[in-house]
């Protein structure tokens, strides 16, 4: 699995340069039904291409020097379809330098992270969604009105085992929802059945009682 190699190979970092373009960042999810080519990474520009052969090579000859700094040359658009395809061949550890190109340039949207999440679950690098997470946690706040990549982020956590970073998305559901907000159904189940696995009982119950007050004479408790 080439993506897995070099264990002891952080995923997640901010160098100095990141930290001083980070900004705080409004993670959204993409609008329902309006994901073009790009966003499923299938369409590779010509710069896109030469951006993976060059991270590619470079791994093989030192996977702790990277040449990072020629992402930033990069629109949005090739970026992402340059982290979807590494992302295609399990290349998480490459696929993870582009994330954070262009979670520090323009921000990563909820279907990011979830694509993330879910390529380091199939890889079997479940530590590293707790770094995703955490980044997550620290970058941003979660706005979506639409919840299918909050959706495929939180099964991907839960599938991959991850208590403490389904608690924090939860947590940060509470804290950043509007007083407008309405959770969707059945993420609310999602949600819940993973807590409950976890043990997590009471906020398994608090969810429960939303759900109930949101869906009444439709919501079977969990």
């Known amino acids: 699995m080439a993506s897995a190699t070099n264990s002891n190979f ?72 340059a982290m979807m395809e590494l992302l295609r061949q399990d290349q998480c550890v490459l696929a993870a330098r582009v994330f954070s190109t262009i979670q520090s340039e323009y921000g990563a949207d909820l279907d990011m992270y979830a694509e993330m999440a879910v390529a380091l679950a199939r890889n079997g690098l479940t530590a590293e969604i707790d770094l995703l997470i955490d980044e997550m946690e620290k970058g941003g706040r979660i706005v979506c009105d639409e919840s299918r990549g909050l959706l495929r982020l939180v099964k991907a956590v839960i599938v991959a085992g991850r208590k403490e970073s389904t608690v924090k998305i939860y947590g940060m559901i509470v804290r950043n929802s509007s007083s407008s907000y309405e959770m969707d159904e059945y993420l609310g189940r999602v949600l819940s059945r993973g807590l409950r696995r976890f043990g997590e009982e009471k906020l398994a119950d608090e969810i429960d009682l939303e759900l109930g007050r949101l869906y009444k004479g439709v919501f079977v408790k969990s």
């Open 10 to 81: 952080t995923l997640f970092y901010t160098s100095s340069a990141a930290r001083t373009l980070r900004r705080v960042t409004t993670v959204r999810c993409s609008p329902r039904g309006n994901r073009g080519p790009l966003v499923k990474g299938r369409t590779l520009s010509t710069e896109a291409i030469q951006a993976i052969q060059a991270l590619k090579r470079a791994y093989k000859t030192d996977p702790t020097n990277l040449p990072t700094h020629q992402l930033s040359r990069l629109i949005k658009s090739d970026l992402t379809a």
